[in-house]
Nanobody, 126 residues
Framework: QVQLVESGGGLVQAGGSRRLSCAAS????????MGWFRQAPGKEREFVVL????????YFADSVKGRFTISRDNAKNTVYLQMNSLKPEDTAVYYC???????????????????WGQGTQVTVSS
């Protein structure tokens, strides 16, 4: 059972940046596609971004394209979410998720993922 631990959440002003990290508890890290989802109060959990197990493919929600980037360091079993030009509507609990796959396809729904972190709060003030 893989455990995922997010970190890096906090309070940031609109227009600012924040980097989230997600560390997996066990190797090998590579066979997992890694995604980030977020959930705002009263709303459903929504897809944000995904990076394939190879790191060669990335998929972004339209709402974050051009502002967020994702990267992974397989040697450190860690995936990073760099969030720039943050907006108040980005405020949510951000969850890291892992899907067991070696493919390059995109996975956009929460039920497609096998493991989840506990979440980290990101609050963007206006």
């Amino acid at each position: 059972q893989v455990q995922l631990v997010e970190s890096g959440g906090g309070l940031v002003q609109a227009g600012g940046s924040r980097r989230l990290s997600c560390a997996a508890s066990e190797p090998p890290f590579r066979p997992y596609a890694m995604g980030w989802f977020r959930q705002a109060p009263g709303k459903e959990r929504e897809f944000v971004v995904l990076i394939s197990s190879s790191g060669g493919s990335t998929y972004f929600a339209d709402s974050v394209k051009g502002r967020f980037t994702i990267s992974r360091d397989n040697a450190k079993n860690t995936v990073y979410l760099q969030m720039n030009s943050l907006k108040p509507e980005d405020t949510a609990v951000y969850y890291c998720a892992a899907k067991i796959t070696m493919g390059e396809a995109g996975y956009y729904t929460a039920r497609q993922y096998d493991y989840w972190g506990q979440g980290t709060q990101v609050t963007v003030s206006s």
